[in-house]
């Protein structure tokens, strides 16, 4: 049975690897990506659109399905090497977070922002189903046969 996990990184970060089909989380360590498994669905939280930056957009920007190979390390230069791991990115909008949070389990004690600290963490089919209903994501067919 598959599980869903909330990511968390800037959008500028999540579009990279969107267009490209990884992810990366926690500044590129390796453990969490362990903790994912194949046909595991993951979507991504961006609390701004640049890394570091101020610009504030508390948004989902990504969401899709790990497809069935380990996390890898890949050179990005200037002695940055981080773990990755290949994803099939969905079609799907940037969402706001803020209208979903009354429907979301996680967020239910109303620190919600608190768990998005550790950079991917695990949550509920069912809330998992309610960003993507948001997102207006569509699986593609292949990737849901496959999982």
């Not at 579009?15 to 926690?26: P, T, Y």
């Not at 949070?101 to 189903?129: C, K, Q, S």
Request: proline residues 7%.
């Amino acid at each position: 049975m598959s599980r869903a996990f909330v990511a968390v990184a800037s959008a500028e970060h999540v579009r990279r690897g969107r267009a490209d089909g990884f992810m990366q989380v926690c500044h590129g360590k390796s453990g969490p990506l362990r903790r994912i498994d194949p046909g595991d669905r993951v979507v991504y939280y961006s609390p701004t659109e640049t890394f570091g930056g101020r610009d504030r957009l508390q948004a989902f920007t990504a969401i899709g399905r790990i497809v069935p190979a380990a996390p890898y390390r890949f050179d990005m230069g200037g002695g940055f090497v981080p773990f990755r791991r290949d994803v099939v990115w969905w079609p799907a909008r940037e969402t706001p977070i803020r209208p979903l949070l009354p429907r979301l389990a996680f967020a239910a004690d109303g620190n919600w922002g608190y768990r998005l600290r550790f950079g991917l963490f695990e949550i509920g089919e069912g809330d998992m189903d309610v960003i993507a209903e948001a997102m207006m994501a569509a699986e593609p067919v292949a990737t849901a046969l496959s999982a």
